[in-house]
């Protein structure tokens, strides 16, 4: 099934196209193999590492089979922490956005649970839940699972590692007899092949491993930007290394059009590959990239299988990759037949927290580096003119150039320097005047910035009870942290808001301070329930 691209399965366009704009062009191994056991009812063991697109695996077949007309609960998800319950609800509404009347609720401990209440009491059909409120849930009648069709048991080794071996076994004995039962796990403790053996029926064992790949000779880098300035940061990193040829990478066949067109009216030579081009052109622009016509190429992932060019020598993260596996693959491109080569790698906010798993996955270190000001690139564009410069006084005879500066001096009221000066003013424009640098106060490059020095304080991430349902804005709640704790509100890291949440960064030598100050307060009328969020 390798290469199998989602228009091959017996799924609906919506779902297709929700999976189009998260940037998924094929199936992933693990996705390739469960969707079709899980669409034909069987139940499932998936045995699958983080990170290898086993969220959508399950969920695009529970979104297909899910009737939106049903208001009961159809599909039950089970996960060990918060924080995934709500990774996982967040990816199946993304893949549900083009379907109507399917809601999706995640519930966990530590929320108000006459909240969750209120919103089972709407009807919802796919419930993703941590073990321990899914059973107090049980227990109040407020969740009812006897027409369930499907649960799933997402990350089951680490769910009986935290001790829900008791309540995982309660709540499928009390689902009915004809349900789908579908297992994922890392790993195949004995533990988890009792409970397959006791609640599976002639289950499908499949089985992916990621993996191990090395990238010795890899200087990787990465930058800390803004959606809005990844554009500038690129350009000036290709500025600043002037690499002979580089690779860019996005994760959308739209977004690599985008790319190209502004980087050619930019003035640079930049040609884009995604799975639209017919073959001729996709020839095309690879052989004016072999034979160095094109200095950028901008490619999705699937479309760059397959380039084999030894002299790229530097790649571009211009999105974050969305399987660990595809940043080996990337960054595998440069440094090839004994050469070195460099990646960078851009992230947005809580990106970070991926990286450090892709960090993990390639056990190697990926560093953070300051965006580069103009003065920087201004810099290295003199030392790239001076190093062509005495390339030229050593290889080549200069004899005849000579006689003709020095006749030109001889006829005309300047020095060798005003000359010199000259011509570097020809080669290099008005990069070396005094500029304004609008992304020298970014705050994303403060960060960067106190990173690379060592400086920055290791961030906690907080929870907090209100989101965009409250008409609560980023703003507000930095500003009600900062009044009330005294933390500058640049200190602050990322925020992500949801419907009903937010999750917010803030120094570790802050965030006792914070928890303490916004005790019983409000934001916008609403009261505040602040904690330390769970760490997967």
């Given at each position: 099934?390798?290469?199998?691209?989602?228009?091959?399965?017996?799924?609906?366009?919506?779902?297709?196209?929700?999976?189009?704009?998260?940037?998924?062009?094929?199936?992933?191994?693990?996705?390739?193999?469960?969707?079709?056991?899980?669409?034909?009812?069987?139940?499932?063991?998936?045995?699958?590492?983080?990170?290898?697109?086993?969220?959508?695996?399950?969920?695009?077949?529970?979104?297909?089979?899910?009737?939106?007309?049903?208001?009961?609960?159809?599909?039950?998800?089970?996960?060990?922490?918060?924080?995934?319950?709500?990774?996982?609800?967040?990816?199946l509404r993304n893949l549900a956005k083009y379907l109507h009347?399917?809601?999706?609720?995640?519930?966990?401990?530590?929320?108000?649970?006459?909240?969750?209440?209120?919103?089972?009491?709407?009807?919802?059909?796919?419930?993703?839940?941590?073990?321990?409120?899914?059973?107090?849930?049980?227990?109040?009648?407020?969740?009812?699972?006897?027409?369930?069709?499907?649960?799933?048991?997402?990350?089951?080794?680490?769910?009986?590692?935290?001790?829900?071996?008791?309540?995982?076994?309660?709540?499928?004995?009390?689902?009915?007899?004809?349900?789908?039962?579908?297992?994922?796990?890392?790993?195949?403790?004995?533990?988890?092949?009792?409970?397959?053996?006791?609640?599976?029926?002639?289950?499908?064992?499949?089985?992916?491993?990621?993996?191990?790949?090395?990238?010795?000779?890899?200087?990787?880098?990465?930058?800390?930007?803004?959606?809005?300035?990844?554009?500038?940061?690129?350009?000036?990193?290709?500025?600043?290394?002037?690499?002979?040829?580089?690779?860019?990478?996005?994760?959308?066949?739209?977004?690599?059009?985008?790319?190209?067109?502004?980087?050619?009216?930019?003035?640079?030579?930049?040609?884009?590959?995604?799975?639209?081009?017919?073959?001729?052109?996709?020839?095309?622009?690879?052989?004016?990239?072999?034979?160095?016509?094109?200095?950028?190429?901008?490619?999705?992932?699937?479309?760059?299988?397959?380039?084999?060019?030894?002299?790229?020598?530097?790649?571009?993260?211009?999105?974050?990759?969305?399987?660990?596996?595809?940043?080996?693959?990337?960054?595998?491109?440069?440094?090839?037949?004994?050469?070195?080569?460099?990646?960078?790698?851009?992230?947005?906010?809580?990106?970070?927290?991926?990286?450090?798993?892709?960090?993990?996955?390639?056990?190697?270190?990926?560093?953070?580096?300051?965006?580069?000001?103009?003065?920087?690139?201004?810099?290295?564009?003199?030392?790239?003119?001076?190093?062509?410069?005495?390339?030229?006084?050593?290889?080549?005879?200069?004899?005849?150039?000579?006689?003709?500066?020095?006749?030109?001096?001889?006829?005309?009221?300047?020095?060798?320097?005003?000359?010199?000066?000259?011509?570097?003013?020809?080669?290099?424009?008005?990069?070396?005047?005094?500029?304004?640098?609008?992304?020298?106060?970014?705050?994303?490059?403060?960060?960067?910035?106190?990173?690379?020095?060592?400086?920055?304080?290791?961030?906690?991430?907080?929870?907090?009870?209100?989101?965009?349902?409250?008409?609560?804005?980023?703003?507000?709640?930095?500003?009600?942290?900062?009044?009330?704790?005294?933390?500058?509100?640049?200190?602050?890291?990322?925020?992500?808001?949801?419907?009903?949440?937010?999750?917010?960064?803030?120094?570790?030598?802050?965030?006792?301070q914070v928890l303490k100050s916004m005790k019983n307060k409000?934001?916008?009328?609403?009261?505040?329930?602040?904690?330390?969020?769970?760490?997967?």
């Amino acid at each position: 099934m390798e290469n199998m691209k989602f228009e091959k399965l017996n799924i609906s366009q919506e779902i297709i196209r929700a999976v189009e704009d998260m940037g998924f062009e094929e199936l992933t191994p693990i996705q390739a193999q469960s969707i079709p056991v899980m669409m034909s009812g069987a139940d499932l063991i998936g045995q699958a590492q983080t990170g290898t697109g086993k969220t959508a695996a399950f969920g695009i077949p529970l979104l297909q089979k899910v009737d939106p007309e049903n208001r009961k609960l159809q599909a039950l998800i089970l996960c060990p922490t918060r924080e995934l319950a709500i990774q996982v609800a967040e990816e199946l509404r993304n893949l549900a956005k083009y379907l109507h009347g399917i809601k999706v609720l995640p519930i966990y401990g530590g929320q108000d649970i006459s909240r969750q209440i209120r919103s089972l009491k709407g009807g919802v059909q796919i419930i993703i839940g941590t073990p321990g409120r899914v059973m107090d849930h049980m227990r109040r009648h407020t969740i009812r699972i006897k027409d369930l069709q499907t649960i799933v048991l997402d990350e089951a080794d680490e769910m009986l590692n935290m001790g829900f071996r008791e309540d995982i076994e309660t709540i499928l004995k009390d689902t009915p007899e004809d349900r789908q039962t579908v297992l994922f796990s890392a790993t195949m403790p004995k533990a988890i092949l009792d409970i397959a053996g006791t609640y599976q029926k002639d289950s499908v064992h499949v089985k992916v491993v990621k993996k191990e790949l090395t990238v010795p000779n890899i200087e990787q880098y990465y930058y800390e930007v803004r959606p809005k300035n990844k554009e500038e940061v690129l350009c000036r990193l290709l500025d600043l290394y002037a690499p002979r040829l580089s690779l860019v990478f996005c994760n959308t066949k739209k977004k690599v059009d985008e790319l190209v067109l502004e980087l050619q009216n930019r003035g640079y030579f930049a040609e884009g590959l995604h799975g639209d081009l017919k073959q001729m052109q996709r020839d095309r622009v690879m052989q004016g990239f072999r034979d160095g016509n094109t200095d950028i190429l901008v490619a999705t992932d699937v479309a760059a299988r397959g380039i084999d060019v030894d002299d790229v020598e530097a790649v571009f993260n211009y999105d974050l990759p969305q399987d660990d596996e595809y940043y080996v693959h990337r960054i595998g491109r440069t440094g090839r037949a004994g050469k070195t080569g460099k990646s960078f790698t851009f992230i947005v906010g809580r990106e970070v927290y991926k990286l450090k798993d892709i960090e993990r996955y390639c056990r190697t270190k990926i560093k953070a580096q300051p965006i580069p000001s103009l003065d920087d690139v201004a810099n290295m564009r003199v030392e790239h003119v001076f190093a062509g410069l005495e390339k030229t006084m050593k290889e080549e005879d200069l004899s005849s150039s000579i006689r003709a500066i020095e006749a030109y001096l001889n006829q005309n009221d300047c020095t060798a320097m005003d000359l010199a000066a000259a011509f570097l003013k020809a080669e290099l424009g008005d990069s070396l005047e005094e500029q304004k640098d609008d992304l020298a106060s970014d705050p994303y490059v403060w960060e960067s910035e106190r990173r690379g020095k060592g400086k920055k304080d290791k961030m906690v991430r907080l929870f907090l009870n209100v989101g965009k349902k409250q008409k609560v804005k980023p703003g507000d709640i930095l500003g009600a942290i900062a009044g009330e704790s005294g933390m500058p509100g640049k200190y602050a890291g990322s925020i992500d808001m949801y419907d009903r949440y937010t999750f917010i960064d803030v120094p570790h030598k802050y965030y006792k301070q914070v928890l303490k100050s916004m005790k019983n307060k409000k934001i916008r009328g609403n009261r505040i329930y602040m904690e330390k969020a769970e760490t997967r």
